[in-house]
């Protein structure tokens, strides 16, 4: 929308104070502000879980039983990949998702939208891998085109 300096601000200001989630959202944020409208200097690292793998695509299902039994899909160039939950994770989402955190859960209505896996490849290959932490996005569209002057 035209306030790159703005947005970068914001972004760095999120990115310093929080993890997971909001972190990478912000890093994402910043990354889409051209370098000449960012702060001269600033960087504005990735946050992942250590040794861990990532993936994205687009979230095509979940199937869930309790809090450690649970697997996701997602679409990704055309093929399918898999992952299940082997005990403790993190998960986290776009703050526009506008859902309070003790009504979202990712097993329901969150198909369709833009997410990033950490894992740990599995061991037998019968799927992609184990979770350590996962994040969904909600893509907002890009901002209106200006209409020519005149």
């Not at 760095?12 to 502000?33: M, Q, T, Y």
């Not at 055309?78 to 939950?85: A, R």
């Not at 859902?99 to 990033?116: A, K, M, P, S, V």
């Amino acid at each position: 929308m035209g306030r790159g300096r703005q947005a970068a601000d914001y972004a760095k200001f999120v990115a310093d104070r929080w993890f997971g989630a909001d972190h990478n959202e912000a890093v994402e944020l910043w990354n889409s502000v051209p370098e000449s409208e960012r702060p001269a200097g600033e960087v504005v690292p990735h946050w992942n879980p250590k040794e861990t793998l990532r993936a994205e695509g687009i979230l095509k299902g979940s199937t869930c039983g309790d809090n450690a039994n649970w697997s996701l899909s997602l679409a990704q160039g055309g093929q399918t990949l898999t992952f299940h939950s082997t005990g403790r994770y993190l998960w986290g989402y776009s703050d526009s998702l506008w859902y309070g955190q003790d009504h979202i859960n990712f097993c329901h209505y969150l198909e369709g939208h833009r997410t990033i896996v950490y894992y740990k490849p599995a061991a037998g290959g019968s799927y992609a891998g184990d979770v350590v932490e996962f994040e969904v996005r909600d893509d907002l569209p890009a901002a209106p085109a200006k209409a020519p002057a005149g």
